[in-house]
Each structure stands twice: as structure tokens, then as C-alpha cells.
């Protein structure tokens, strides 16, 4: 298939299974408050340091080759990631920030990931090749969490004002999901390549279910999501 094509093609299947997603774990009669909200958002604070931070990281140096072979045709992502960056760590201080006003403790060195949070992680940077790396965060990772935003603050699952911290954590994804995209228009121009794509884009939505999963059982409701994440279709 045409790279293009490609890349279009995944990013919509991306946006289908993160609005599914966000409808199989995020229900409408749920409301988290108070204290209860703190490890949600610290769980976000550590998430969007981690995941957004160091994924681009590792595949700025494996795109970097030496200062003398400085590959110009890939600049563009270069300055892509960089943006991406600094976004990043703007988003996990807005959480920090909220979860401080919550009473609770905003430094991320502090905060014990889960092993669902682990497992995120591991599924979104732990891969050898840039390409893998940029579709499990661009490509599937950031239209499945664009998707679990608009839904916490679509069904009221939280306040007002961390609603104001969602969208403004939520702005930037747009962003994102378009560098993913310019990445696989450039580089899933074979098969094989295009295969391995998929098969990420499964692995890593069998991640995010068990992230946001995690997050909403452990309001009230246990194990409910336990086998969302693993059906094919
Ligand atoms: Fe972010
Ligand atoms: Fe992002």
C-alpha cells in the first residue's frame, strides 16, 4: 500500500479503537473527586513525563548519526520531537500542579508506577527501531489517549477545573499524531514495514487498556476490562 495511504489508514483505526476504548472504560455515571482523583492525576503526571519524554528522546539519538553526518532530510522530525518534548513536560507539570492543589504530592520522583503504568512504558519505548517507537506513542498511543481525554471531560468524570487541565494537556495532541504520521509516510514504505506497524498499533492498545482500565477499576469497579484490550478483529 502506498505509504500515504498508509498512514492514513492508521491513524483512523487508531482513532476508532481509542474512541471504543474510551467507551469501554469510561462510563458516565462515573465521578471521581477529591482524593480519589490524586492517583489518576499523578498516574498522568508520571505518564506524560515517561511515555512523552523519553520515547522521542531515544529516537531523536537513533536518528542522529554524528555530527558530520547530520541527515538534513530528517530534520523536520527532528524539530518535530523536539516540540514534542517540550510539550510533554509541560503537560506532566500541569498535573503536577493540579495534584498539589489536591493535597497530594506533585514531584514525579516520588511517584511508584504501577505495573499497568510499566507496562505502558515498556510497550511504548522499549522497541529497537524509531519507526516502532513513533507508532506506539504518535500513533496509537496518542489518538487512544486524545480519546480517553475527550471522554472524562465529555462525561463529567471529573471537576470543572480538571477538566481546564485535561484540554490544556489535550491541545497539543493534534500535533503529535501528525508528526506520527509524517513518519510513516516517510518510512512504512514497504510491507514488512507496514506489517510491523500493525502489529505494534495491537500491542500497544492492549497496553492502554490496561492503563486507563486500572485507573477506572480501581474507583469501584474490578477486573471488568481484563479482556477488552486482547479481542481481534
Ligand atoms: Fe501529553
Ligand atoms: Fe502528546
Known amino acids: 500500500m502506498d505509504s500515504k495511504e498508509f498512514a492514513k489508514a492508521v491513524i483512523g483505526e487508531s482513532n476508532r479503537r481509542g474512541k471504543q476504548l474510551a467507551e469501554d472504560v469510561f462510563d458516565a455515571d462515573d465521578t471521581i473527586t ?6 489518576m492525576l499523578q498516574g498522568f503526571m508520571w505518564s506524560e513525563f515517561y511515555l512523552g519524554v523519553i520515547p522521542p528522546v531515544r529516537v531523536m539519538s537513533m536518528l542522529y548519526d554524528g555530527a558530520w553526518d547530520i541527515d538534513p532530510s530528517n530534520i523536520d522530525i ?8 517540550r ?26 508506577p504501577t505495573d499497568e503504568d510499566l507496562f505502558l512504558l515498556e510497550r511504548t519505548a522499549d522497541w529497537d527501531e524509531p519507526i516502532e517507537i513513533v507508532t506506539a506513542l504518535n500513533c496509537a498511543g496518542e489518538p ?11 462525561k463529567d ?77
Do not use: C
Open 34 to 39: 477529591g482524593d480519589d482523583l490524586i492517583p
Open 78 to 85: 527532528m524539530l518535530g520531537l523536539g516540540d514534542q518534548i
Open 87 to 112: 510539550d510533554e513536560v509541560k503537560h506532566s507539570k500541569l498535573f503536577s500542579r493540579r495534584v498539589e492543589e489536591l493535597g497530594g504530592d506533585p514531584n514525579v520522583i516520588h511517584y511508584e
Open 144 to 154: 487512544a489517549l486524545a480519546e480517553a481525554f475527550k471522554a472524562i471531560m465529555e
Open 157 to 233: 468524570i471529573v471537576d470543572p477545573r480538571t477538566k481546564d487541565v485535561i484540554h490544556k494537556a489535550k491541545i497539543d495532541e493534534g500535533n503529535h499524531i501528525n508528526l506520527g504520521k509524517k513518519v510513516l509516510e516517510r518510512f512504512a514504505t514497504d510491507e514488512e514495514t507496514q506489517e510491523r506497524v500493525w502489529e505494534i498499533v495491537d500491542l500497544k492498545f492492549e497496553a492502554a487498556y490496561e492503563f486507563h482500565g486500572k485507573q477506572m477499576d480501581s474507583m469501584s469497579r474490578p477486573d471488568r476490562y481484563a479482556q477488552a484490550g486482547t479481542s481481534d478483529d
